[in-house]
């Protein structure tokens, strides 16, 4: 299955596609630049179907935990000073997303969504130590009845040129279900009240709904 935010994507690969392997004979006599130019247009299209998947996954829905909202890797766990919601110290972790990692970010806990606020900005390498707050980013905060409030940033990388955010303020949303896409390389962060217990290590792979962040 795929996310619907890259229908149109998809489509337009399609028809490109399938252009090319048409047209492929008319645009050179030379045998082997055909097969070439068939072999790039599929691997193309292989690409933008295997970007957008959607893998559908059993979430165990809980309040004592709280989840991976993406897949990719762990790059940083520290304390950081947040300067725009909560302007103290938190708990931050890092999940970093290569472009052929699914880009589906989902919501890592229940509760309401208290604010939600999109930031443009540059585009530095996702894993740059300030792109989190100059880089384009999406700021969400969610109160939960177990850990209070916990923040996560959609952070855009060299690549990404859009990111998708569907939490609105005043939102009751549910652990594991889509809070979001962005596309074409990406990185989001967590940020949890100091001491946190973190339940994953630096470097671990994450699956976006099924690794537990943390547990109570």
Known sequence: MFHKEGSKIILIAVVITVALLLLSDTITDIFWIQKVIQVF???????????????????????????????????????????EYFKDKRLMVSIFMSPINVHVTRYALNGIV????????????????????????????????????????????????????????????VQGKDAGFIKFGSRVDLYFPIGTPIDVQLGQKAIGGKTVITKK
């Open 41 to 83: 247009a599929l691997f193309l299209l292989i690409m933008v179907l295997q970007f957008f998947r959607n893998p559908k996954r059993e979430v165990d829905n809980s309040d004592n935990h709280i989840i991976a909202p993406v897949d990719g890797k762990v790059v940083v766990i520290e304390e950081v000073f947040e300067p």
């Open 114 to 173: 208290k604010y939600s606020k999109y930031h443009p900005g540059k585009y530095l390498v996702a894993w740059h130590p300030k792109a989190s707050e100059e880089n384009e980013r999406t700021t969400v905060v969610i109160n939960n009845r177990i850990y209070g409030e916990v923040m996560y940033r959609q952070i855009a990388g060299a690549l990404a040129r859009r990111i998708v955010n569907y939490a609105q303020e005043g939102m009751r949303v």
